[in-house]
């Protein structure tokens, strides 16, 4: 039986759930992106047109706090899946894949080439397995 070890704090993490770029007062170990103004829908409202903005301000607030940010993945915007069900959220964005993934493709190489090495891991999708957010097959 190994002895008790402490958790690391990096395991104490939150989900920020605003678009100021402003982190909890409070003491954590990690911040988790969604919720917070950073959907796909809302970041690349258009085909080849990208918004920074609000991703810019909480990866900056999260390195000015020295936390690691989780970014999730999600909400496709209307016009990559424009027939498929809405997700439960007001911006438009889809539960379904994009009806062509390699616009799906470009968005996550423009995610992580604008943010390499300031976003220290990416969660795939959120709720992948609940129909309200992917509409879409798990091999898809």
């Not at 009806?99 to 470009?106: H, I, R, T």
Request: charged share 20%; net charge positive; proline share 11%.
């Amino acid at each position: 039986m190994r002895p008790p070890a402490p958790v690391p704090a990096t395991l104490f993490g939150v989900t920020v759930n605003s678009a100021t770029g402003a982190m909890p007062s409070f003491r954590i170990g990690a911040v988790r992106l969604w919720d917070s103004a950073t959907r796909w829908s809302q970041i690349q409202p258009r085909r080849g047109e990208f918004d920074w903005s609000t991703l810019d301000r909480h990866v900056e607030g999260a390195q000015r706090s020295r936390l690691p940010v989780l970014f999730v993945f999600g909400g496709t915007p209307g016009w990559a899946s424009p027939t498929g069900p809405p997700a439960p959220y007001p911006d438009g964005s889809r539960a379904a894949p994009p009806d062509d993934l390699a616009d799906w493709e470009s968005f996550v190489r423009a995610v992580a080439g604008r943010y390499r090495g300031r976003i220290a891991a990416y969660e795939l999708w959120v709720l992948g397995n609940d129909h309200r957010f992917t509409a879409g097959t798990s091999a898809r």
